[in-house]
């Protein structure tokens, strides 16, 4: 699986847009890229996942930009409660074996502030 | 449909005990992972499995046993706790066509 960086923690204030950015510089052709998150050492959850074009939800919005090497999750109204660490990971495309091994870095600690 | 359950949530072990930490799924996903996390660190892994019969090693392997007999289970065991396995464990479990599912963690020290 293709490696990812993530800036170590940014802050955001109640209410504003969050945008995390995520490198993925060698990424293949067949990978995604998938967001989890975690809360106060709760299991990982997952947010949102894409392969190029954009995606949107009801938690996030996922930017993949043209060459794919980058992407940006976007939560548009951040609320004290996604303070948490966010995790950038790229896959192989589902129903393959290896698409089932998630490779985590160390994240991003996002804290909303009142 | 209770998801990824995990058992216990805490445990303190003395050095040299023996203990299983139980994970149980009821989606009929075919892969299931155990992952340790150590503080300020992400998530590593230990051991995964494929189907029921199948596993395999994963990044942190050493003093950890597991087994697949059924798609539901995948028990992880500590043969000999030491010190150095002090960690939050965490279980997961990923569908063909899913993302991936975590249980809630099991938080272990050894003294």
């Known amino acids: 699986d293709a490696k990812t960086t993530q800036p170590p923690s940014m802050d955001c204030a109640e209410g504003r847009a969050a945008n995390l950015p995520c490198n993925h510089s060698?990424?293949?052709?067949?990978?995604?890229v998938y967001w989890y998150r975690q809360i106060h050492s709760q299991g990982p959850q997952y947010i949102i996942h894409?392969?190029?074009n954009n995606e949107t939800n009801e938690m996030a919005s996922l930017i993949i930009t043209e060459d794919r090497k980058s992407s940006t999750l976007i939560l548009p109204h951040a609320t004290l409660r996604d303070t948490a660490v966010y995790y950038c990971?790229?896959?192989?495309?589902?129903?393959?074996?290896?698409?089932?091994?998630?490779?985590f870095g160390k994240g991003t600690l996002l804290t909303v502030n009142p | 449909n209770a998801g990824v359950t995990q058992t216990p949530k805490f445990q303190v072990l003395k050095t040299g005990q023996s203990m299983t930490l139980q994970c149980a799924q009821d989606m009929n996903h075919e892969y299931m992972s155990w992952y340790r996390q150590d503080p300020g660190m992400g998530l590593r892994l230990i051991h995964y499995s494929v189907g029921a019969g199948i596993t395999d090693q994963g990044e942190v392997p050493n003093g950890y046993n597991v087994s697949r007999s059924t798609t539901e289970d995948f028990p992880l065991r500590l043969l000999s706790a030491a010190p150095s396995q002090t960690s939050v464990y965490f279980c997961?479990?990923?569908?063909?066509?899913?993302?991936?599912?975590f249980g809630q963690g099991t938080r272990l020290t050894v003294v």
């Open positions: 997961a479990s990923v569908g063909r066509h899913t993302e991936a599912f």
């Open positions: 894409g392969l190029k």
């Open positions: 060698t990424i293949s052709g067949n990978e995604y």
């Open positions: 990971i790229v896959r192989v495309a589902p129903g393959r074996v290896s698409n089932y091994k998630l490779t």
